[in-house]
């Protein structure tokens, strides 16, 4: 079972950077590879981006237009989602995900955590 803990969302303004950061617990970190997901309200849940064990990274390329950047910590069992020039159609409430290296990060993730919201005010 791994823990994914969230945090650093908030509320910026348009233009803003924001740090998203995912701590997990409970399992082997480099076992598994992590991605970030968002849902707006009355949204379905987004693919952002993802990082793989071998610190490769993939990213949703419409919704994030180059603008985010992902990356992990394998000394600290982190995941990062950097934001930058935030607009007020990236508003969702982000999600950290992890699935074992012989899954499927995008598609189906067996870990979620709880969310951290993130308000892009204009």
């Known amino acids: 079972q791994v823990l994914l803990v969230e945090s650093g969302g908030g509320l910026v303004q348009a233009g803003d950077s924001l740090r998203l950061t995912c701590a997990a617990s409970?399992?082997?970190?480099?076992?598994?590879?992590l991605a970030w997901f968002r849902q707006a309200p009355g949204k379905e849940r987004e693919f952002v981006g993802a990082?793989?064990?071998?610190?490769?990274?993939?990213f949703n390329a419409d919704s994030v237009k180059g603008r985010f950047t992902i990356s992990r910590d394998n000394t600290k069992n982190t995941v990062y989602l950097q934001m930058n020039s935030l607009q007020p159609e990236d508003t969702a409430a982000y999600y950290c995900?992890?699935?074992?290296?012989?899954?499927?990060?995008?598609?189906?993730?067996?870990?979620w955590g709880q969310g951290t919201q993130v308000t892009v005010s204009s």
């Open positions: 990082v793989y064990r071998d610190y490769s990274f993939r």
């Open positions: 409970g399992g082997t970190f480099t076992s598994y590879h």
């Open positions: 995900a992890a699935d074992p290296i012989n899954g499927n990060i995008i598609s189906a993730p067996r870990y």
